[in-house]
Every structure is written in structure tokens, then in C-alpha cells.
């Protein structure tokens, strides 16, 4: 496929409400776009990376520098060879940065099932039309505010509510949201790494509580210490950051590090690598879910293509746009009946809406390929 040329769009997007986890707020998404523009089409992907490296080690601004100083001109060196499938490969000795690598990758790859009148869902392999869609909770200043905003997405439709928790809110919260809101109510918790092994017994406290799951209770590199924590509670252990291929997956679960993967298809650098997960797990009896970063409804399109493949067996942090923004870059994703549909149009099948990507944009930069 010939590339003719790559654009960097750098966008802010207001979130209808503060979002608040174990290692920050956040009260707005910036993001880079990145559109490749082919002879006969453009592919859409948006970088999940957040201004300060919080979640991760990556950052916005060091994700625009190694896109355009090293990655980018491993993917020129190709020239008519470069295909979504060869990016991974010619990427690979640049050392981390998945998610620069993701964003590349998967704009391509729209770009080339534009060309080719293939949606994303039909190339992973998705096997539903509509996936269940679960919301992440952030954390609140008090539990009525908790209550309140559980409350609503409940009355939306919400298949599944996901809590942020984090040393001082973590035990109390979840009591409160099972009091007012029943055992029925599928529910699980999101540490981002906030505790350590010997919070073991406090978190134990939570077992009674029936959770489907505790999400990345431990720092990231600490695979031995999830093996030990999934002994001494009864929740299931999943995680999200510790997971960065298809490889570390095959090595949590052989050490009994988690029972459930969050996918993220940033954090591994790209859906290609997710597919791969997401068929070990598969192997090995692990089921997955979809996990998300705010995106806008170009990251989402393709998340939710993904999560209609088997094994994404538990509803994933695929909400509608409103639950984000009021204004999405592209027709908004809406819940239907506690679901999101999966796009069936060539690649992610959204479009960008013009007017509103030139409002939102702080700034651009074309390179040419
Ligand atoms: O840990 O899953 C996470 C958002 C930003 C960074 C990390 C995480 C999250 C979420 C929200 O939980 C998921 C979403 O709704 O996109
Ligand atoms: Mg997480």
C-alpha cells in the first residue's frame, strides 16, 4: 500500500464530568489524531496516551516525537511494502511506546480495509452485532454522589459498573453501592496499581461483596505479587497495565497472576497484537473484556469491532459518547438496550465530522510520506 502522506492532528475534547482515578483527574481528553491518506483512502486512529505518563510511561507530547523521529521513517524505509500487517515488525526495534506503535498501526490498517471494503469487526473476526456496554466509575468527593451517579447509569441501561478505588475509597464505596443498589448489580472494582501485597488482608475485605473482578490491584511489574494476592482473596484478579502482549499474557496466566484480562488495544500496541491476547486467553480458559481510555468515537469504533470477538465474554468499558463528551468527533456511539452496536462500514465505519475536528483542533502537522 502507498502511503502519500500523515497528518498529526492534536484535539481537546471537554469530559461532561471530572474523572477522577488512583493516580489523577482528568478534566478534559487531549489526544493526537493521526490520519494516513492513501490514492483511494484515509484511516483514522486516535493516540490513547494522557498529557502526563500517569497510567503508563507514555505521554501525549513524547508520542508525537517518537511517531514522527523514529517511527514513521521505520515505516517510510518500507515504501510500497508497508502493509498494517509488516508495521509491528519494522516498529519493533524501536524499544516500548506501544501506544505510538498502536496509533500508526491502526490508522493504517483502516486506511487499508477502507481501500479493501472491509470493516474492522469482519478482519478481527467478530462474531456479534451489538456488544454489552459497562461504565468505569470514577472516584467522588462523597458516597452521594457515588450513589447518585451509579444510579443513573443504572437507569441508562448499563450492563455492568466498574468503580475506581484507591486506598481510602475502596471497601466503604463498594458496601454502599451493594446496600442501595442490590446483589445483582454486576459490579467490579479498578485499582491502577494503588496497593501493594500487604494490603492483601484488606482487600480480602472485599470478598463478600461478590465482585466479578479487581482490576490491577499492584504495580504493573509485579506479576509474582498477583499470583500471591489471587491465593489470599476470593475476587478474581484482572489485569489492565501489566499487560503488554500477547507474551505477558501467556505469562500471567501460566503464573496464576489474573484469571481475567483487560484488553486494551493501546497498551499492546495495536489490535493486532489485542487478537492475539485475546486467543491465548482464549486457550488457556481466560476470558477478556474490553477496556477503554476516553476514547473519542474513532478509538471507540474500533474497541467495540474488537470487542465483539468470542471470548470477550464480560461487558467491557465500552460506554456511549455521552457518557464522555457532548459533542463526539464522529455520530455519536448510543446505548441501545445496554448495548453498542458494531460498525459494519468499510474500517472503523465512523466518519470524522469536519466542523467539529477543526473546533476542537490546537494544531496539525502533515508529514509527507
Ligand atoms: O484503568 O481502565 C483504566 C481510563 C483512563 C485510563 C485508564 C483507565 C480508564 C478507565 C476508563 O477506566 C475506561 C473508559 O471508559 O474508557
Ligand atoms: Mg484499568
Known sequence: MKIENIEMRRVTLPLVT?????????????????????????????????????????????????????????????????????????????????MSKAVLETAILDAQLKETGVSFGDHLGAVHER????????????????????????????????????????????????????????????????YTLADARHLAQLDPFNLLLIEQPLPEDDLLGHAGLAKLITTPVCLDESIESARDAAAAIALGACSVINVKPARVGGYLEARRIHDVAAANGVPVWCGGMLETGIGRAANVALAALPNFVMPGDTSASNRYYTQDLTAPFVLEDGHLAVPTGPGIGVDVLPDVLNELTTRTTDIRF
Do not use: C
Not at 30 to 46: D, H, I, P, Q, S
Not at 62 to 73: A, C, E, F, S, T
Open 18 to 98: 471530572p474523572f477522577r482515578t488512583s493516580f489523577g483527574t482528568a478534566y478534559e481528553r487531549e489526544t493526537t489524531l493521526v490520519r494516513v491518506t492513501t490514492a483511494n483512502a484515509e484511516g483514522w486512529a486516535e493516540h490513547a496516551a494522557e498529557p502526563d505518563p500517569l497510567y503508563s510511561s507514555e505521554f501525549l507530547d513524547g508520542g508525537d516525537l517518537v511517531i514522527r523521529d523514529h517511527l514513521i521513517p521505520r515505516l517510510q524505509a518500507l515504501g510500497d511494502r508497508l502493509t498494517a500487517d509488516r508495521v509491528a515488525t519494522a516498529l519493533a526495534p524501536v524499544k516500548g511506546h506501544p
Open 131 to 194: 456488544v454489552p456496554a459497562g461504565v468505569s466509575v470514577g472516584i467522588m468527593d462523597s458516597h452521594e454522589e457515588l450513589l447518585d451517579a451509579v444510579g443513573r447509569y443504572l437507569d441508562e441501561g448499563y450492563l455492568r459498573i466498574k468503580l475506581k478505588i484507591e486506598p481510602g475509597w475502596d471497601v466503604v464505596p463498594v458496601r454502599a453501592v451493594r446496600e442501595r443498589f442490590g446483589d445483582d448489580v454486576l459490579l467490579q472494582v479498578d485499582a491502577n496499581t494503588a
